[in-house]
């Protein structure tokens, strides 16, 4: 089973491009972020001629997550944190892995709680994210999503200018792999490309040149569970997908399980 987990900063500005990675890659799971739709308005028709069905939490204009899948899912569930409604984590069940998929606030651009409400409200999801986690250790769990933390060194294309930088404080990293910890999780595009290589999977619309300036964070993750990381056979950053017309300034990362 092949897992893509996408943040397409608008499921329907991105739809040349999921036709490109469905003709291509052939999926059998899709989570997206930043869908940028609400329900009722979501592309469901696009994906249902391709043969997806869709699990949808979205909200009009921002955020938003999805799931699509080639099986019917079972136990849709969508989850909230600290009381905002902001549609950033749905599961499915499918072939017995529970699939989340999870869009972590951005944080805004001021690492500091009491000058910027939106870091708070990160930091205030994290820590929820980390006690949902820890809950449901022992599942069969996979965690695809946007999570807006660069956790390591080799996943900023320069840890000591973005060190203080919102999505790699030393506060927001540790959270993150706090979760990670928590949880038993494996970081399965880490198990097969490990430091010392850097790794992205974003870049800035303002840097024309991505891929010769490089300036690249890898915000974007799937995670597995112990008892589903074993399950894990290959792991890949679809990096072609920012070279495309129209891209979203994130890639598809891609795992394959058994």
């Keep these: 089973m092949k897992v893509v987990s996408w943040n397409v900063n608008s499921v329907k500005a991105r739809k040349p491009l999921l036709s ?75 072939e017995g892995y529970k699939i989340h998929s999870v ?13 910027n409400k939106k870091f708070q409200h990160k930091l205030d999801f994290l820590d929820k994210l980390s006690d949902f986690v820890a809950e449901r250790k022992s599942e069969k769990m996979i965690i695809c999503g946007d999570l807006n933390v660069a956790p390591y060194e080799e996943d900023v294309w320069s840890h000591k200018q973005l060190r203080n930088v919102v999505s790699h404080t030393d506060i927001e990293r540790n959270k993150l792999l706090k979760i990670m910890k ?42 597995c569970s112990e008892l589903s990381s074993k399950d894990i056979k290959k792991a890949k950053i679809l990096d072609k997908f920012r070279s495309d017309e129209r891209p979203s300034d994130h890639v598809p990362i891609l795992i394959h399980i058994k």
């Design 20 to 94: 490109k990675l469905i003709e291509e890659i052939s999926p059998e799971v899709i989570c997206l972020q930043e869908t940028k739709s609400d329900n009722s308005s979501f592309p469901t028709e696009f994906f249902e001629k391709r043969n997806y069905k869709c699990s949808v939490n979205g909200i009009r204009s921002y955020n938003g997550v999805a799931v699509i899948s080639k099986q019917e899912p079972q136990n849709c569930f969508s989850h909230d944190y600290c009381g905002k409604n902001d549609a950033r984590h749905i599961e499915v069940q499918i």
């Design 103 to 115: 869009y972590v606030p951005a944080g805004g651009d001021e690492p500091d709680s009491s000058k």
């Design 182 to 223: 928590n949880g038993n999780m494996q970081d399965a595009i880490r198990k097969f490309i490990n430091p010392p290589h850097n790794i992205f999977t974003w870049w800035s619309y303002r840097s024309p040149n991505f891929k010769v300036n490089n300036r690249g964070r890898r915000l974007d993750h799937i995670w």
